[in-house]
Structure formats: structure tokens, C-alpha cells
């Protein structure tokens, strides 16, 4: 891969969202076009650059869905799901089997909901 390549690393899914409008997709690829300069003009290997993102981004992240699960279930007093995120959130940045989950976007059946989705 070229330099820049992979640029987000942790993951890299995004929810789908609308159309971007025309003078935003401009300034966005104005943004893109700068950044990717910028990466070539460092001469940076792609897996350094990956490795230096991923240890200051974290992977896992307290998401609004996650937590809204988390409450709900406790509601309930089953209280494992509240351990499982605890469990995860305990080491962000360290990908781990069984936390996939904890890593990815809300799901489409949440797209929309206010302040459960939208924000996650």
C-alpha cells in the first residue's frame, strides 16, 4: 500500500449517512488532497504511522449504544453487561478477541435513534 494508505486503521467502517452536499465534498477532498501531501512529504513507512495512530486513538470506546445497552440490562439486574464493557474499556487501546463489538459502529436498527446512535 502506498503511503497513506490505511489511513484509519482501527477499523475503518462508517455507518452510512447521507449524501455529503457538493461544497462539502469539496472541502473534504481539499482536506484529503493536503493530508495525503502531508504523509508523503514525511516519508513515513505505513505501519509506523498505523502503529503511532493506533496508540493514541483507542480502539474501544464507551459508544452511547453500548452504554444504553449496558443501563438497560441493569435495569434488569443483569449486571454482566456492564462488566463485559468495563472489561473491554480496561485496555482501549489493545485489539482483543470476543471485543469486536465493542469496536464497531451502531448497528443499522439503531440508525437515527437520538442520543443512543446518532453520536456513536
Same mark, same amino acid.
Not at 1 to 4: E, F, K, N, S
Not at 12 to 15: E, L, S, W
Given at each position: 500500500? @502506498? %503511503?497513506?494508505a490505511g489511513?484509519?486503521?482501527h477499523g @475503518? %467502517?462508517?455507518?452510512a449517512?447521507?449524501?455529503l452536499d457538493p461544497a462539502l465534498r469539496r472541502s473534504w477532498g481539499a482536506w484529503l488532497r493536503e493530508y495525503g501531501a502531508r504523509v508523503r512529504a514525511e516519508k513515513r513507512d505505513d505501519s509506523e504511522r498505523r502503529a503511532a495512530q493506533d496508540a493514541s486513538n483507542p480502539l474501544y470506546v464507551p459508544r452511547n449504544h453500548l452504554l444504553q445497552r449496558a443501563?438497560?440490562?441493569a435495569e434488569d439486574d443483569d449486571f454482566s453487561v456492564a462488566r463485559e464493557l468495563m472489561?473491554?474499556?480496561r485496555m482501549p487501546f489493545v485489539e482483543?478477541?470476543?471485543f469486536e463489538a465493542y469496536a464497531a459502529p451502531a448497528p443499522p436498527e439503531l440508525a437515527g435513534a437520538p442520543g443512543?446512535?446518532?453520536l456513536s
Open positions: 500500500a @502506498g %503511503a497513506g489511513v484509519l486503521s @475503518g %467502517a462508517f455507518p449517512g447521507p449524501p443501563i438497560e440490562a472489561d473491554a474499556l482483543r478477541p470476543g443512543v446512535a446518532v
